[in-house]
């Protein structure tokens, strides 16, 4: 090598290790900025001081670089500033695993949900009367369950269709709760009715029409129940995930998450179940899943196969709906298990259970 390229690359050595000073300089400056900032409540971008720095720094450019480079090269700079100035939860979530390495395990009436043994949840699609939900509550109750769900307020394609007997069917909920020492589950619509559901129901289920209703999703987020979510029609895995941040972040961490089947082009199901969401859930999040098999098949004879592959996949548990005589269910009458079919369901489902263990 020539002596003159030796100087000149001890002289660029040098010049890259001030390089590497300087913008460690104005790493350390930008976060004791984003502590200001902090402080302050304000937002960590500020569009028009970058445009301003931008501006400036252009100003002075001479060359030989252009100024569209000079942009390129220093909005890099700024990005990686701002990351500095993120706090902890902009860098990982609260329901990541990454901010908490162990499960989370809710109790509801007994049962612990989330530590690793299976749980199930069942019930009618919609509460129709008190005999009726009593009728699907005693053949709970007999296999020693303790959760029941069944909806009060139902969100239907159609508005002429069956739309729930509201707070009529929380009422014969809690009444069926406390005569069979059951939990409820139930969904709710609306935000301003999540203060008075909570007097009869244990559990707030947040259906998949609603995953993204943000305002439902805060106020469930501010109360002291725990909360079913369930994943919406078409939503990823990280539009599903960060639905539920929406509820820790308002203090509300007793989430369980529930699979219930994406729209897919298939037409031989009702939905598609994303059976592979359950690992990806487990190992993103540490908050419990189960799997609903009613909504995700729409098909009473996949119910059994599908909680089958649940169980073996490592779901919390799984929901599915029985109706004492589905034929005249005033909702998803096609795919409810009736009382006798539910006993084989059950008897099938707890012995793959002890088969795993
Ligand atoms: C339900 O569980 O009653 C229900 C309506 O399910 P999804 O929101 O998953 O369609
Ligand atoms: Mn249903």
């Known amino acids: 090598m020539s002596n003159q390229m030796e100087q000149l690359r001890e002289q660029l050595d040098e010049v890259n290790l001030e390089i590497l000073d300087l913008i460690n300089r104005r790493a350390e400056l930008v976060q004791e900025i984003g502590k200001v900032k902090s402080k302050q409540s304000m937002y960590k971008f500020d569009p028009v001081r970058e445009r301003e720095m931008l501006d400036n720094i252009k100003k002075h450019n001479t060359g030989p670089f252009e100024d569209a480079t000079i942009d390129h090269i220093f909005k ?9 100035q993120k706090d902890d939860h902009q860098k990982a979530l609260l329901v990541s695993r990454k901010k908490q ?54 969100p239907r394609t159609s508005p002429y269709d069956f739309q729930g007997l509201g707070v009529e069917g929380l009422q014969i909920l809690k009444r069926v709760a406390d005569e069979y020492d059951l939990a409820v589950i139930s969904e709710i619509v609306n935000p301003a009715h999540i203060e008075e559901a909570v007097e009869y129901i244990d559990v707030i289920q947040i259906g998949a029409r609603n995953m993204q209703n943000f305002e439902l999703l805060k106020a469930a987020g501010e109360v002291d129940k725990p909360v079913l979510l369930k994943r919406g029609l078409s939503a990823t895995i990280q539009e599903f995930i960060n639905a539920a941040e929406y509820i820790i972040s308002r203090g509300n961490a007793n989430i369980i998450l529930c699979e219930r089947g994406i729209r897919t082009y298939e037409t031989a199901t009702r939905n598609t179940l994303d059976i592979s969401a359950v690992p990806v ?24 196969p599908t909680a089958k592959a649940a169980l073996a996949i490592g779901a919390d548990g799984v929901m599915a709906e029985v109706h004492p005589d589905p034929a005249v269910a005033l909702s998803d009458s096609a795919q409810q298990m009736d009382i006798p079919t539910f006993d084989k369901f059950f008897e099938e489902i707890t012995d793959l259970e002890n088969r795993l263990k």
């Open 281 to 304: 859930l487990k190992k993103e999040t540490h908050l419990p899943i189960l799997v609903d098999v009613t909504h995700s098949t729409g098909r009473r004879d996949l119910l059994l």
């Open 76 to 84: 890099e700079i700024f990005k990686a500033g701002l990351e500095l």
């Open 101 to 154: 390495p162990e499960n989370t395990v809710i109790e509801i009436n007994g049962t612990k949900i989330g530590n690793g043994s299976a749980n199930y949840v069942f019930g009618p699609c919609a509460v129709e009367s008190y005999e009726q939900v009593a009728q699907v509550a005693e053949a709970v109750k007999a296999k020693g369950l303790k959760l029941l769900r069944g909806g009060a307020f139902k």
